[in-house]
């Protein structure tokens, strides 16, 4: 039997800040709220503020450094896991941290669509999950040539579609399933570039109609992709 007489466990400190300021940011707007607001709504002292956060945008995103750490770690433990699976793993921890609150996760897209300083400093986030994801490629496909080549296009491409599932997700409010947005967008990734650790893409099926191109070698990659389109939708 608990003790009903126990006080209550008080919140971190961190998420008392995190919970005042976005708060505020809902009730006045993010521009119109100083640091000096949020620790009055608070009850610390400004001292408090900037030892978890150096700056108000910090704390729009409380839970990203936290997510950041765990994901190192995970891509740490992936040993010989297939690259690509392992980096698509990674991305929906971030996944989760959105879903474990939907209503919070929702409330801060549509505040980070209002302001556009907000949008800079996110895309600075996920550019360092980014990172971390092609490093860890970098790892199994080599530093030169091709293998970095392939890292960063590979880490790029889980996070458009990770991103692309997440903001379906968002923008619906949280309604759905998050996860099922998310790795329908990541097996498109897979399909493209899963084939393990060795080798590039996998190889395109030849079980339909195969469209053959030639391209002239200085041609935009825009117009060579006009052309393809151009002709698979020719019948």
Partial sequence: M?????????APMREVLAQAAFQLFLERGFEQTTVDDIVARAGV???????YFPSKEDAVFPDHERCLADMTAFLDRAGDADPVDAVSDAARLVL??????PEFSVQRYRLTREVPGLRTYELSV????????????????GESGDGALRAEVIAASVV?????????????????DAEAAVD??????HRVWGSG????????????DVVVMVAS???PMWRVVQQIESAIGQD
């Fill in 184 to 189: 329908h967008a990541l097996a498109m990734v």
């Fill in 126 to 141: 996920v550019r360092r999950y980014e990172q971390t994801m092609a490093g860890y490629l970098r790892g199994r496909y």
């Fill in 217 to 219: 070698k200085g041609a």
């Fill in 96 to 101: 989760r941290m959105y879903s474990a609150d």
């Fill in 2 to 10: 608990t003790d009903a007489r126990r006080p209550a466990k008080k």
């Fill in 160 to 176: 458009a579609a990770h991103n692309n599932g997440l903001r379906t997700w968002l923008r619906s409010g949280g309604e759905g």
């Fill in 197 to 208: 650790t060795e080798g590039g893409p996998a190889a395109p099926s030849v079980d339909g």
């Fill in 45 to 51: 002292g400004r001292r408090s503020f900037f030892r």
